[in-house]
């Protein structure tokens, strides 16, 4: 019997086994192949209660806030580690070693096609039906899809004892239990009510999401291409209950908005190597990719060109054993950059040995050290949203079953290779085309709060005023000796602001135009009602005793004016008496502005502080297709106007403050001739 991961028994097993039990080498063989064909046909019979579970799952699970965990699970823990673990310790050491401070309420599986993330999601919907009085939502794009992909698979992992309760092949319906399941059809209507009092419902995104019943879920499910509306419906359902979001994807249409949700804000944990992205210029290594020698993978591609007749004695895959990250000596650290058509973010593997000095190459397995080769590396897990959220790809090698070296050898085949292995194989998404600040990158441009300096430095604040909206403010900070621009405080920010609460985000993920826009408002755009004053106050409030050398507000909110029946004044005029070094900041084009930043972000001479998270939102979200009118623009426009300020001169002309002179265009007050020279301003350049 031929079996994608159970392989007939060696015969060095048969001899070992033989000697054990005191019986001929036959009769051995014969009782080790009987064990195995009873163990297949009990998977098979019952996927739900001994249904193979890669280890990967095991570390999404641990992620998760309240899995649950099975009978299976939990002897499969206490069995790998000897009894040192239980489920929930497991789960916490797990989540300590990945850099999780605790468990998560979001979490995206991504990975290649046919690797289990379906099976994942539908065994975890089960978990949790089968604990009573939960309720579970499960998406999928069209109901069609759902017949033929969720329904199917969540009967497949369906307990019996539930699946004998069918109404489908019963006369006898029960007034309290719903389940009524064809292959044909699926399950009968939109919701599943089992005798426990838990409901599953299923739900397409060719629904509006006005028209979904408004229910609160212990586990919503979105599986492939959701929009960003469902996404934060969805992820809204789940709080009243304690429930998590689940989203499972294969990135086929590139980097969308739900996808930015995650990985926007991604700090990976934990790499995989791309043994199909080799980058030292040799062959790709798929046997490497599948955990099997190069023996084993010319042995099995034969026997498959072959007719695949019998069985050639090598399993389909050997999944990465992620339960050994656990035993590992130390912490992994990401070390050196990655070539730049990588995932952002991503990174070479280092040498196996750091003594050796090669650094960025690993071994393959029975490989001589000159024989080194370098591939690149993707993300295995990442930190997403501040550690409130997790990514966890799924590879072909963690389901033997899914037959991954057919799907290899098809996407190395086509024409366009890199591109299909790169999304159908690893399941990594390409950022936007459209995205505009190209050069910006997290490990270049992003640093901690505690790494913005000090000492020997000249601190400024540019503001953004607007009507319609919440004013927006950024602080910066300029380090003299290094030449370096630091960003270190936003505002409104993600903190609490009195009276008001924590603001939210500035701008969100929109699916407008496909993906290519700016985003959409998010909650912190939407007025306070304050006035000047207000706004003055909660600038000295954040300040405190710092000092700044000077103010710019945007130039043509300045130039705005407002009558009066005693006098007209712009609105420069009026925060002049609120805010002390006031100027009227550089008005050159905004492409100008945006040509300067990429340059600073590039060279490194610009940096963000971490705690700034609905600018660094912005930065990912900006395309520049929305224009003027884009969501994301704003937070932007204050830090090319903070570039633009050419404080980079400051050390050049070594003067911090000189009398303004009437006329020029950068810093000057907008307004009668009069007004100008009623009162005379110190500016540094």
């Given at each position: 019997m031929r079996d994608a991961m159970s392989q007939p028994a060696s015969d060095a097993q048969v001899a070992a086994f033989a000697q054990a039990k005191g019986t001929g080498i036959e009769d051995a063989r014969a009782a080790l192949e009987a064990m195995r064909e009873k163990q297949i046909a009990r998977r098979l019979k019952s996927p739900y209660a001994y249904g193979y579970e890669p280890p990967i799952w095991f570390v999404a699970k641990a992620l998760m806030r309240n899995p649950m965990w099975s009978g299976y699970e939990r002897e499969t823990i206490a069995r790998r580690y000897g009894g040192r673990y239980t489920?929930?310790?497991?789960?916490?050491?797990?989540?300590?070693?990945?850099?999780?401070?605790?468990?998560?309420?979001?979490?995206?599986?991504?990975?290649?096609?046919?690797?289990?993330?379906?099976?994942?999601?539908?065994?975890?919907?089960?978990?949790?039906?089968?604990?009573?009085?939960?309720?579970?939502?499960?998406?999928?794009?069209?109901?069609?899809?759902?017949?033929?992909?969720?329904?199917?698979?969540?009967?497949?992992?369906?307990?019996?004892?539930?699946?004998?309760?069918?109404?489908?092949?019963?006369?006898?319906?029960?007034a309290i239990e719903n389940i009524s399941y064809?292959?044909?059809?699926?399950?009968?209507?939109?919701?599943?009510?089992?005798?426990?009092?838990?409901?599953?419902?299923?739900?397409?995104?060719?629904?509006?999401?006005?028209?979904?019943e408004g229910v609160e879920y212990d586990l919503a499910w979105l599986d492939e291409e959701y929009g960003i509306g469902f996404y934060n419906l969805y992820t809204t359902r789940i709080t009243s209950r304690a429930g998590m979001f689940l989203g499972t994807f294969t990135p086929l249409n590139g980097y969308t908005s739900p996808i930015a949700a995650f990985l926007d804000s991604m700090e990976v944990a934990r790499y995989h190597t791309a043994y199909l992205r080799p980058i030292d210029g040799g062959a790709k290594a798929p046997w490497a990719e599948l955990g099997l020698s190069e023996d084993e993978y010319a042995r099995l591609t034969?026997?498959?060109?072959?007719?695949?007749?019998?069985?050639?004695?090598?399993?389909?895959?050997?999944?990465?054993?992620?339960?050994?990250?656990?035993?590992?000596?130390?912490?992994?650290?990401?070390?050196?950059?990655?070539?730049?058509?990588?995932?952002?973010?991503?990174?070479?593997?280092?040498?196996?040995?750091?003594?050796?000095?090669?650094?960025?190459?690993?071994?393959?397995?029975?490989?001589?050290?000159?024989?080194?080769r370098v591939f690149d590396r993707v993300p295995r897990v990442g930190r997403c949203l501040g550690g409130e959220a997790a990514a966890v790809w799924f590879y072909g090698s963690d389901n033997p079953y899914g037959l991954p070296s057919e799907l290899i050898l098809a996407k190395m085949a086509d024409e366009n290779?890199?591109?299909?292995?790169?999304?159908?194989?690893?399941?990594?998404?390409?950022?936007?085309?459209?995205?505009?600040?190209?050069?910006?990158?997290?490990?270049?441009?992003?640093?901690?709060?505690?790494?913005?300096?000090?000492?020997?430095?000249?601190?400024?604040?540019?503001?953004?005023?607007?009507?319609?909206?919440?004013?927006?403010?950024g602080w910066y900070r300029y380090h003299v000796a290094s030449g370096v621009l630091y960003k270190y405080r936003e505002w409104p920010g993600m903190y609490e602001v009195p009276g008001i609460g924590v603001p939210g985000a500035w701008a969100v993920a929109s699916d407008k135009r496909n993906g290519i826009n700016d985003g959409a408002r998010g909650e912190a755009q939407e007025s306070f009602g304050w006035g000047y004053r207000q706004y003055s106050e909660e600038v000295a409030r954040l300040e405190g005793d710092e000092e700044m050398a000077f103010r710019l507000v945007d130039s043509r909110a300045a130039a705005a004016t407002r009558t009066s029946a005693q006098r007209s004044l712009s609105l420069f005029e009026e925060l002049e008496e609120l805010f002390d070094g006031l100027m009227v900041?550089?008005?050159?084009?905004?492409?100008?502005?945006?040509?300067?930043?990429?340059?600073?972000?590039?060279?490194?001479?610009?940096?963000?502080?971490?705690?700034?998270?609905?600018?660094?939102?912005?930065?990912?979200?900006?395309?520049?297709?929305?224009?003027?009118?884009?969501?994301?623009?704003d937070m932007i426009d204050c830090d090319r106007y903070a570039i633009m300020s050419d404080i980079w001169a400051w050390e050049a002309t070594g003067v911090k403050s000189l009398p303004r002179q009437d006329g020029e265009e950068v810093g000057k007050r907008p307004g009668s001739e009069t007004a100008r020279g009623r009162r005379r301003r110190k500016i540094w350049y």
């Open positions: 489920a929930e310790t497991f789960a916490e050491a797990m989540r300590k070693k990945l850099g999780f401070e605790h468990a998560v309420t979001r979490i995206l599986i991504m990975g290649s096609n046919r690797s289990g993330k379906t099976d994942f999601a539908s065994k975890l919907c089960m978990q949790t039906l089968m604990a009573g009085n939960r309720f579970v939502c499960s998406g999928a794009q069209t109901l069609k899809t759902q017949k033929k992909n969720q329904m199917a698979r969540v009967w497949k992992y369906m307990p019996e004892a539930w699946k004998k309760k069918n109404v489908a092949t019963m006369k006898a319906k029960s064809t292959e044909k059809n699926g399950f009968a209507g939109s919701r599943v009510t089992f005798g426990n009092g838990s409901k599953l419902d299923f739900v397409s995104y060719e629904q509006t999401t006005n028209s979904l034969a026997w498959r060109k072959a007719g695949q007749e019998g069985d050639c004695g090598v399993c389909e895959s050997r999944p990465e054993d992620c339960f050994a990250w656990l035993e590992e000596a130390g912490e992994r650290r990401p070390e050196g950059p990655a070539r730049q058509d990588a995932w952002e973010g991503g990174q070479r593997l280092a040498g196996q040995a750091r003594q050796d000095g090669e650094d960025g190459g690993q071994r393959l397995a029975g490989q001589a050290r000159q024989d080194r290779a890199e591109a299909k292995i790169y999304a159908s194989v690893y399941g990594m998404a390409k950022k936007l085309k459209g995205r505009l600040f190209t050069t910006f990158e997290k490990t270049r441009n992003v640093v901690k709060a505690s790494e913005v300096p000090v000492e020997g430095c000249v601190d400024f604040m540019v503001m953004d005023p607007a009507a319609e909206r919440n004013w927006c403010f900041a550089d008005g050159q084009k905004t492409e100008v502005g945006y040509s300067r930043m990429l340059d600073k972000l590039a060279a490194g001479t610009y940096r963000i502080s971490e705690e700034c998270e609905n600018t660094l939102a912005c930065y990912a979200l900006m395309t520049g297709a929305d224009g003027q009118k884009g969501a994301a623009k």
